[in-house]
């Protein structure tokens, strides 16, 4: 079976759906003000070229053979760079057919006895890339032998895979603990390696996409070793992201050439977006609350079943997708159309190739009609030129939404994506301000290879490989020789006859690239053992405290004992009647300023820091309310973390200013700190739980008021740098956003967080707009 969302061949026919469901949620969001804007995005008609002469007659014929009868323009145009010598990165849409562009080199070198490597972000998607790739072998044998390799394959596969596979494909995981190290053993799939192909590349970002770098320059020094035959080359395909050739120079290191530009065929749409009206209810602090956006999903995917429109709802969690196809089958039989509950299904991660495949089928027989998935449907199912997406919640980057709205739409008839917004100051901004995500091009990728945390284990790993010269130095970027330095310092490397060698550290383990590599915790059930999942230690200072109410998966746990010494906590499960959120005190200390924007008397910095975070206490609390009923002091360990922050002081007359016109400033700061962290996404492609903030009235440092909002891992991952960059836009968006909130005292769609470690207190909405206002009247 083909997957036409690789190839852009044409879509599928579903069944019958007249238009008559999107026009009655258009008309709903209308009629009930949920709609705060519509964009129709006009239909575009494909572009085709024949094939370029280079291409193999056999690579024609293939592609013939699964129905591809040529490429599209841009299609030819990557793989014309790339037969040619360059490195491409190719970022367009959803269904562009990406994988024509790398394919058609790839299989054509492959045919001159050449090799290509082949790296999904994750195992399924490498799996289904090998059918694909299959389905192609059928008609080029013998020369084209695909295989995957990672770390459940069999040995007796993997030395087949070793032995003969032209066409690899692995995760950056596997290179990195598995292909690299044992390189020698490779060395007849390395010395012919002529292509490396870096699928889904927007999703390397921030810490992982920095490891991710960092493997990709060891690759290419381990290839250089062995191969006796012309250049590497790159070929990347992305979502569309801007400045994707920065993008593919960070991850790879290499000039590369960018293809923009998306030729296939789009049906119209019409993009809305869409907010939840408030309950009535109030929750902490006595702050109103909204309709969560996966109630509404759950109405409009009903709605849309009812009229037999075909639909897919993005949600964010998977106990949030399960509970958006229960409620959407309740409702259906409460409409009397109980027959057709049958056809709302809920999708989550961890399908089998084959599950997914039924599923896929099932859509598009009209057996299902809508769908809630978790955003793991983005990474191998083929669904697109659906009639209706409704996506609950920002998808964390303009790239995300449009990927998924990309789902809808297909050639000569209506369709609509919804964006609903959920109860978070990002989301309520967004739909009030769709000028910052229409018309715009979407965000660059944020990583940080030069990171030392994350440079001195791959040069490790990289001098067992091969013992590293100083050209070699170059390959990982300017920062590699002082950590080289430091390492030699530390022992762990040695120079011999101008080359570096790993000292007894040969066996010590590789660093995990997913994350900081930090210890994680294991939450145990006391009573049978039974293991219910692991976090990060940091979290579970904050969330598995002894005392804690820790929900998972929708049942509470009581945590009976953490024992940080044995990375476990004891949880039993239990409602107590209650729920817990944990007090943090952290300081903050200044260890470098790299660089500052004077704003008139106010300031934007941006250096490295040293954050101390210590757990004190939890509160415990009513769970409707939010109302505390009792506090209990925690003895826990202060956690320290040296990374990069941008901060914003004012001058002292402003302070006095703001103090005089009888603003709370400890609250204002704290505000501003918080609605700054729910917005920074929208300049950094971070989510909100990979920085952190602290603010003060007076920090010892600075003298003024000061509010910080650093990376949140160590030596940081380029979030911080990018919010100086964009400090001005960030900071508009973030005044605006409170200003927008409906609420009068602050809420979740403005002020409070759902991370605060002070539990939402001091905060002040009046006083972070009126603060926001001081440092932007200077803003450049
Ligand atoms: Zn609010
Ligand atoms: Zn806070």
Redesign the pocket.
Known sequence: MLDEKQFAADPPAHSAGDGAGVRRILDHGVASGRLTHVERLPERAGRRVPWPGWVPADVMKAFAQVGIPGPWAHQAEAAGLAHSGHNVIMATGTASGKSVGYLVPALAAIGEGATALYLAPTRALAADQLALVRSLGEHLRPSLRAAVVDSDTPAAERMRARKHATYLLTTPDMLHYGLLPQHRRWDGFFRRLTYVIVDECHGYRGVFGSHVAQVLRRLRRVAEHHRRTGDLRFILASATISEPERCAELLTGLTVEAITADTAPRGPMTFGMWEPPLTGLRGEAGAPLRRSAVAEAADLLADLVLEGTPSLAFIRSRRGAEAAAAVAKTKLVEAGAGDLAQRVAAYRSGYLPQERRELEQALRSGAITALAATPALELGVDITGLDAVLIAGWPGTRAALWQQAGRAGRAGRDSVAILIARDDPLDTYLVHHPEALLHRPVEATVLDPANPYILAPHLCAAAAELPLSSSDLTLFGQAASGVVADLARAGTLRERAGFWHLTGLRRAPLTGLRGAGGISVRIVEEATGRLIGTMDEPSAHLMAHTGAVYPHQGEPYLVRRLDLDEGVALVEASDPGYVTSARELTEIEIAAEHRRADWGGAAVHFGEVLVRRQVVAFTRRQPETGQPIGDEALDLPARALRTRAVWWTISPSQRENLADSGIHLAGAA?AA??AAIGLMPLVAACDRWDVG?V?MDIHPQTGRLTIFVYDGHDGGAGFAERGFLAATQWLRATSLAIADCECTAGCPSCIQ?P???????P?SKPGSLALLDRLLAGAT
């Open positions: 704290h700190e918080h903030g603010s967080s991370k605060c470690g002070n539990g939402n207190q905060l």
